[in-house]
């Protein structure tokens, strides 16, 4: 795929939707990074319904950390993996608490030396909230790079470095929104919705459906 196809690509996706962000509902820089955390292998829509609850009650360090490993996982049990995300998210606030002056560091080595926070996580948080023009490369936008051939890659890493090198930057802060978006209601895994795709003739996947 050429560059001036790419340009064209991100052109149409940011006509179609100019202000483009999370579909996780947070209003402060540690409700995302918690509803971030809680979003691996779930879905945005459960996290909500969970952190609808939880951050009326809690949603600073301090006030999560009180509740404890049991209190928070009563707010997130209906949540995928909640035991495991319970533990991480306590350790992360008291991290937080300890050497961060309880705010969310806008740094990138210090993101992922949060327990529960790796790459992709710590890319979300550096995008959403602190405007890096960062690739947080999941299933959908590992898929669309692939299939688009926008940016092919074997691996999350490899496409994540292909699109922040070919992606042009004055499309990069908004990037990953579009292509998560993309992914998820249009270029779906098992059977895309070419024919409603707004970069159909632009895309260079064989098997259109």
Known sequence: ??????????????????NPT?????????????????????TDKGVNKATKILFPIANTPEAIYALGETGLKEYIKTIG???SKGKN???T?????????????????A?????GVGRKTANVVLNTAFGHPTMAVD????RVSNRTRIAPGKDVVEV???????IPKEFMLDAHHWLILLGRYICIARKPKCGACLIEDLCEFKKKT
Request: one cysteine or more; a positive charge.
């Open 89 to 91: 998210i306590i350790k």
């Open 111 to 115: 993101l992922e030396a949060l327990p």
């Open 160 to 166: 994540e470095k292909r699109l922040v090198r070919l």
């Open 22 to 42: 999370t579909e996780l509902n947070f209003n402060t820089t540690f409700e995302l990074l918690i509803s971030v955390i809680l979003s691996a292998q779930a």
């Open 1 to 18: 795929m050429n560059k001036q196809k790419r340009i064209e690509i991100f052109s149409r996706l940011r006509a179609d939707n100019p």
């Open 81 to 83: 993996l909640y035991n």
């Open 93 to 109: 606030c008291r991290l937080l608490i300890d050497y961060h002056h309880s705010q969310v560091p806008d740094d990138r080595q």
């Open 139 to 142: 299933t959908h936008i590992f």
